[in-house]
């Protein structure tokens, strides 16, 4: 059985930072491309960042600079830092695995982010 399992959001106030985490348990860890996306209320789930299995990474233009993605795959994990937060960030952040041959793909149940003073 395929779990990804979220971690690390909360509320924190604007210029804060989070590091939110990602553990995948049931895959092939190091074979999947892996990625955040968030969701704010009322809008269209977007991709955040993401990392490949070769650790080529590319990020949305409102977190570059500001946001990092990475991954250890000795613990099947994936991290997204997120420095320099502004209250448009505040959304559900979820994490997602992905492979093409075969063509899997993978959800996580997602963690709260808030920014907020």
């Known amino acids: 059985q395929v779990q990804l399992v979220e971690s690390g959001g909360g509320l924190v106030q604007p210029g804060g930072s989070l590091r939110l985490s990602c553990v995948a348990s049931g895959i092939i860890f190091r074979r999947y491309a892996m990625a955040w996306y968030r969701q704010a209320p009322g809008k269209q789930r977007e991709l955040v960042a993401a990392?490949?299995?070769?650790?080529?990474?590319n990020y949305a233009d409102s977190v570059k600079g500001r946001f990092t993605i990475s991954r250890d795959s000795a613990k099947n994990t994936v991290y997204l830092q997120m420095n320099s937060l502004k209250p448009e960030d505040t959304a559900v952040y979820y994490c997602n695995a992905e492979v093409s041959s075969p063509y899997r793909d993978y959800w996580g149940h997602g963690t709260q982010v808030t920014v907020s003073s």
């Open positions: 990392v490949t299995d070769g650790r080529n990474t």
